[in-house]
Each structure stands twice: as structure tokens, then as C-alpha cells.
């Protein structure tokens, strides 16, 4: 059912019927008073306020509408400004966060995370409403996006089918998250807590990316064979890469983290001393000059994408150090030393939110916390911003089930028998240098990887 408001018809008594309207079994609540003149709408503040309310509530709490009404089928006009909704959704997982980024005077930009989980819940353009900042020392794992629970807001086309042969919901450029990556000085790390992420995979391809390694074989011998599908013979053929073994997978994100610029031949050459090291050029410069605007980490090179077996997802990331700010003595005047907090923001130009997001998620804030450790800087936040997010159509059922869970608190991130300061590289990793504490989450939800 939808329906409908001109701008002449929303009057005192016309918003009154519609309020006292009873429950409404799914649909669009549309109107045009939203998308009238501004000055139009300014002479008539208090209907405005009214349209809000009574769109919000039919959206939190769906209401019948017995007047106005046409069926679903006849298409919307353009200009009005819809709300999709489904009965089983709930308030809490349609509130608009209003947090907004804030200076923290021990330690640069709010170590709070506004909304840290990674399986999405819709966003709804509505008033003012729901939960502020966590109170300090919590770090709810509250979801963030939720295209599976919200119509797509393009329609299905046949490019959205082209590569993977799956058809996504998908939206463009959704609010930018942010994770907090210590809780009162403690170490956390962001790992979603509706459904178990697969742990060890996080780790083993993050040190595979810092090692400069790109054939799949390599993460398979582990147990790992999140890009054995990439690698094999098929889609090596498909892609008319006939000459490369399998598992080879080009210059994808540890050789460009390593060897930018470097001329690719296969997975088994020697690359040392060539290309670009900008893992170590980050590294450097956060020791010796950490207010450098140009830290920057780049998995795209245009030059190379022809070489890839997939271009990449997550490609670019720029770190930023901040430092406290204090009215008193600073405590270099003190003859103390200052840590500075190290902060990532990841741009990722597709975001399959249902299996990678949360693994990008947690390998990102794994990185950060990994430069902090080998240049004795404090862990920080990571935002995560977001171009293609989309959710594929054969991982709705398993979201819709993870909605319905209760997010839990994110762990405790302990490195272990790695050394601090100028001694430390990045360099040499194993995956047990890492102990993940408190990592309480629940049950694992099966999805399929679109290759």
C-alpha cells in the first residue's frame, strides 16, 4: 500500500486521520510536503513537523493508510521522497545514529565508535533520534547498513550481473564507519560479533599482503583458501591468463604494498630492492616525521590492473597521527615523552557487506595496530569509507538471521614477543604473535563467496 500527500492536501485534519490510522502490513509511506519549496515549507512549520513524526512512526511502527492510497504496483513520482520498510523490522535496527566526530583532549580525534558492527542495518532519513555516543569504555558492535532488509535503491540490472553472476542490493557512498581500536588504553579489535569471523584467515592473508606474496597456494597450505577461486586454472583461463600457474594471482595487494611501480613477471621471481616499498616508507615516516600528510598505502595501479586477477577492493588507506592537547605544561616541557595516537581511514571502492566487510574490517584495524606496535604509537580508530556497498542476493536469508542477533562486545587485542620502537619491523610476523582475548560471538553463518 502506498500513499500519498500533495502538498495542497496536507492539512491539520488530513495529518489527523492519518494518525489514527491502524497497523499497516508493509509498504511506502510517500509525500510530497517533504520535497515542496523551501519557503513553502517554512510558512508551515508545524505541518512539517507533523509529516516527520507521522513518517517516522509509520516506518518504526507500520500503521494502515485507508485514504490517499493507490497500489504498490503504479510507480512513485520521482520527486517524492519514499521510505521502504519490512514488518519485521524493528526500531532498534532503523534508529539513525547522530554522533559526530569530536576532539578528544587525551588523545586527538573521539575514540568512540558510532556505529562498529559490520553486518549492516538500513539508514532512514528521519529527524534527530536514537542512541548518542556509547558511554566511554563500551564499544557496542552495532550494525550499520542493512541493504538486506531495505529494497534495492537501483534496480537490477544487467551489469550488476555481469562478473559474478549473482545479483546484489546495492547503494552508494553509505556514512563512513568508525571503530575505536582501544578501550581506556586497552587494545581492542573490531571483529563482528553476530557471527564468528574466521579468525586465522584474517591474520594469515594480512601477513601474506605484508610479505609481498601473491600466489594463492601460498594461503592454501595454511588452510586458508579464500583465493583458491581466484587461482584456479578456469578462472586463469577465463581471464586469458593461460601462461600463469595456478595460484598465481599478479600484482595484486602485497606486491603493490611492497613493489609499486616494479615490473611483474610471477609469483616465484625475486622482487627485492625493486619498486616502491611503501609499507616501509610508512613506517619511516611515521618515526621520523609523523605529522606527514602524505602516509598513504595504494593497492591501485592502473598500469597493472590488466594483470590482476581481480582488481582491488580495499585500495587505499592514509594513516594520520594525532597527539593530546593540553592547556597546562605539555609534557615534553616536563621532559616526558608523548605517545601519539596512529589512525587509519580505508577507502573501499566495493564492499560485499556480507563476508568481506567484516574481514576488511578487522584486518585493516589489525594493520593499524601493527604499525602502532613497530613505531610505539597508540592505537587510535579506523574509519571505513565505503563507494559500492552492496549485499548479494543469495547472502539476504543468512543476514536477515544475523539482524536478529544481539551484538556482543568486540575482544582484546594482545601482541605478543614483538619488539617496540626503533628495533621493530614489520617484517617477520607469525600468527601467533597475536592473542585475541574476550572474543565472544556467535555462531558461525555459512555464505557464499561470489567469485
Request: glycine share 8%; with cysteine.
Amino acid at each position: 500500500m502506498v500513499a500519498v500527500l500533495e502538498h495542497s492536501e496536507v492539512t491539520d485534519s488530513t495529518l489527523t486521520a492519518l494518525e489514527l490510522c491502524g497497523d499497516l502490513d508493509g509498504g511506502v509511506v510517500l509525500t510530497r510536503f517533504l520535497s515542496a519549496p523551501l519557503p513553502q515549507r517554512e510558512t508551515r512549520p508545524g505541518l512539517l513537523k507533523r509529516v516527520l513524526a507521522l513518517t517516522v512512526r509509520c516506518v518504526l511502527h507500520p500503521k494502515p493508510l485507508t485514504t490517499h492510497t493507490q497500489t504498490a504496483t503504479r510507480p512513485p513520482p520521482a520527486s517524492c521522497c519514499q521510505f521502504f520498510l519490512r514488518p519485521e523490522q524493528t526500531v532498534s535496527r532503523i534508529q539513525h545514529d547522530n554522533t559526530r566526530d569530536r576532539v578528544d583532549r587525551r588523545g586527538g580525534p573521539a575514540n568512540r565508535c558510532s556505529l562498529p558492527g559490520a553486518a549492516p542495518t538500513r539508514r532512514i532519513p528521519v529527524p534527530r533520534a536514537g542512541p548518542r555516543n556509547p558511554r566511554p569504555g563500551r564499544t557496542p558492535s552495532r550494525p550499520v547498513l542493512a541493504p538486506s532488509l531495505a529494497r534495492p535503491k537501483r534496480p537490477l540490472t544487467p551489469a550488476a550481473l555481469a562478473r559474478t553472476g549473482t545479483g546484489t542490493y546495492s547503494i552508494f557512498a553509505p556514512r563512513p564507519l568508525k571503530f575505536s581500536l582501544n578501550r581506556d588504553g586497552t587494545p581492542i579489535l573490531p571483529l563482528l560479533t553476530t557471527k564468528r569471523v574466521f579468525t586465522k584467515a584474517v591474520i594469515a592473508e594480512l601477513l601474506w599482503f605484508i610479505s609481498g606474496d601473491t600466489s594463492a597456494q601460498t594461503l592454501s597450505s595454511q588452510g586458508v583458501k579464500i583465493w583458491d577461486g581466484n587461482g584456479s586454472r578456469e578462472f586463469l583461463d577465463n581471464l586469458g591468463l593461460t601462461h600463469r600457474e595456478v595460484g598465481d594471482l599478479g600484482p595484486v595487494y602485497g606486491f603493490q604494498w611492497r613493489h609499486f611501480g616494479a615490473a611483474y613477471v610471477d609469483s616465484k621471481t625475486d622482487y627485492a630492492g625493486q619498486g616502491v616499498d611503501q609499507l616501509a616508507r610508512i613506517v619511516h615516516t611515521l618515526r621520523t616525521n609523523p605529522y606527514d600528510r602524505r602516509l598513504v598505502l595504494s593497492a591501485w595501479n592502473p598500469a597493472d590492473l590488466p594483470q590482476m586477477v581481480l582488481p582491488p577492493c580495499h585500495m587505499f588507506a592514509q594513516f594520520y597521527v594525532s597527539y593530546p592537547r593540553s592547556r597546562s605544561a605539555t609534557p615534553e616541557s616536563e621532559g616526558q615523552k608523548v605517545q601519539g595516537h596512529l589512525h587509519c581511514q580505508l577507502y573501499q571502492r566495493s564492499c560485499d557487506m556480507g563476508l568481506g566487510v567484516p574481514f576488511n574490517i578487522a584486518s585493516y584495524a589489525l594493520l593499524t595496530h601493527m604499525l602502532a606496535h613497530v613505531c610505539d604509537l597508540v592505537p587510535g580508530s579506523l574509519t571505513h569509507v565505503m563507494g559500492d556497498a552492496h549485499v548479494y542476493l543469495n547472502h539476504v536469508e543468512a543476514l536477515e538471521t544475523q539482524l536478529l542477533r544481539e551484538p556482543r562486545e568486540f575482544p582484546e587485542l594482545e601482541i605478543a614477543n614483538r619488539e617496540k620502537g626503533e628495533a621493530a619491523s614489520m617484517d617477520g610476523w607469525k600468527p601467533e604473535d597475536f592473542v585475541i582475548k574476550g572474543y565472544n560471538p556467535h555462531k558461525v553463518i555459512a555464505m557464499d563467496m561470489a567469485v
